[in-house]
């Protein structure tokens, strides 16, 4: 019998764990309460959407399944909150 390796989820759940992806941290301008969306106009993989809130701006949500790890939106943040590291294993989608 044939040894049973990972499952196909199991390989691409670990792809996914191993590649980095845009990460937000605390300085998000919209956790001020300033309305921004660079991030998102820089991605193009169209990875960031932006949640909204009640009294507070939408909040930018990156779908780790999508993000490429290009670093764009890295460059394009004007509160430099986001960093690219290993993906949570969640899909915000
Ligand atoms: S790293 Fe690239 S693909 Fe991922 S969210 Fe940023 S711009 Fe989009
Ligand atoms: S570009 Fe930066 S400050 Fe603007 S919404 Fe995205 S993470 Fe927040």
Redesign the pocket.
Known sequence: MEPQGPSRRALFRGQLLSRP??LIGDACLAEAGIVCRS?GD???????RFRPRIGLPPQAI?NEA?????????D?CPGAT?T?GAAHGGDAA
Request: hydrophobic share 50%; glycine share 8%; charged share 5%.
């Open positions: 992806v845009a991030c820089a991605c193009p993989a169209s990875a960031i990156v999508v993000c490429t790890g290009c670093g764009e939106c890295v394009a986001i690219l």
